[in-house]
């Protein structure tokens, strides 16, 4: 990404292993600094436990909960901070756009590609792929 931060630090909440590390590469190649968790309690600890983050990737259904209270509680602590989720439950990206008070920001429908997860996570930082000013 040009014309965005560097060493941001993103919290990944994604109960699916492979998808877990596939997107941690991706992020950390990026030049940004990767929280994981794979739970909706251990998301919220790790939530609790940051001085900053700056993004949230989370996936809506987790094995112990809803994402929804995830995002809950990253938009109390971290208010400007955009929030990606990545979802493969059909209906997800519409029931968000009912819900504007969760202020996500994108939507990612599973599968997708690495190069969709790189745009969109240049794009949330405030940066375009390729050298384009994202004029916002």
Do not use: Y
């Not at 929280?35 to 251990?42: E, K, P, Q, S, Y």
């Amino acid at each position: 990404c040009l014309f965005t931060m560097k060493n941001a630090k993103i919290l990944l909440i994604e109960d699916e292993e492979v998808i877990r590390r596939l997107v941690g590469r991706l992020i950390s190649g990026m030049g940004h600094e990767l929280i994981l968790a794979g739970t909706v309690r251990d998301g919220l600890k790790k939530i609790a436990e940051s001085e900053s983050l700056q993004l949230l990737l989370t996936d809506i259904r987790l094995p112990d909960g809803n994402g929804r209270d995830l995002i809950r509680a990253f938009n109390q602590r971290f208010p400007l901070a955009p929030i990606i989720v990545i979802t493969g439950s059909f209906g997800i990206k519409e029931s968000l756009k009912e819900t504007p008070e969760l202020k996500v920001t994108q939507c990612l429908c599973k599968p997708f590609d690495l190069t969709e997860m790189e745009k969109t996570v240049c794009e949330a930082l405030g940066g375009l792929p390729g050298g384009q000013k994202n004029e916002r």
